[in-house]
């Protein structure tokens, strides 16, 4: 369960490993009791992983300087929304002219997309000679739980306690589905299978945007009726006239 990489994977296995259990002592193979019934579940944050706002992606930014190992991962996760195994298997093998290539490792599905401003700024400061882009001892390649915990130290280190990997990819998928992009675009940049994937974004930005049109041309109510819509403790109109009653 510890090495899922959040609570519902966990569960999930917790779940699972009690099925074969159960299998098992059913079936009679010398196992009498589950073990797994005595690991806690997790608790699931029903909105799951934070997504980062723009004042946590700017304050990494200010803790992790241009051409740092912490900046280029940001770059990396934020603008191509890849997950921590696509990116920990990055390198110049993926880059195909102005663009990034990779084929995501959950659902085997291509991405293709331009590469961003911010993110071609700190690939310039690569060098050609590193096979994948982010490395740690003598250029080994990270696993994608270790790659995980190195770069939430590097939030923490940041002041973003909450932060992961992970949720920048949820951010690039919210600044889209802000900005009107289609479930068909979300669907192309974060590869996923079906478009419903990515509704969740869409619908919350749709919610939004249809919360602002609907204030639209709504007048103010002041001067167009003297009646109190106010609890008589908060309205001193009604003090008023009790008093030039009195």
Request: hydrophobic residues 35%.
């Amino acid at each position: 369960m510890g090495r899922k990489e959040g609570p519902s994977a966990a569960n999930t296995v917790k779940k699972n490993l009690s099925m074969l259990f159960n299998f098992a002592i059913k079936r009679s193979m010398g196992i009498t009791f589950n073990p797994a019934r005595y690991a806690e579940r997790l608790k699931v944050n029903p909105d799951g992983y934070h997504t980062w706002t723009d004042q946590e992606i700017a304050r990494f930014k200010k803790h992790h300087p241009k051409g740092s190992k912490a900046r280029l991962a940001l770059m990396l996760f934020l603008w191509t929304g890849a997950a921590r195994q696509d990116v920990a298997a990055m390198g110049w093998q993926n880059i195909k002219g102005n663009r990034i290539e990779y084929r995501r490792g959950k659902t085997k599905i291509e991405a293709s997309l331009p590469i961003h401003p911010e993110l071609a700024s700190e690939l310039a400061l690569v060098s050609r000679d590193q096979l994948l882009f982010l490395t740690h001892g003598k250029g080994l390649a990270y696993k994608p739980e270790t790659l995980g915990n190195w770069f939430k130290c590097q939030c923490l280190a940041a002041g973003n306690p909450v932060c992961s990997a992970h949720g920048l990819r949820k951010a690039l998928a919210t600044l889209m589905a802000n900005e009107g992009k289609s479930p068909d675009e979300i669907r192309s940049v974060m590869a996923h299978k079906t478009n419903q994937e990515g509704s969740t974004y869409t619908r919350q930005a749709d919610r939004a945007r249809l919360a602002d049109s609907g204030f639209d041309g709504l007048s103010s109510t002041q001067g167009e009726q003297k009646l109190s819509n106010l609890f008589p403790k908060l309205d001193n109109s009604i003090h008023k006239s009790m008093k030039g009653k009195e």
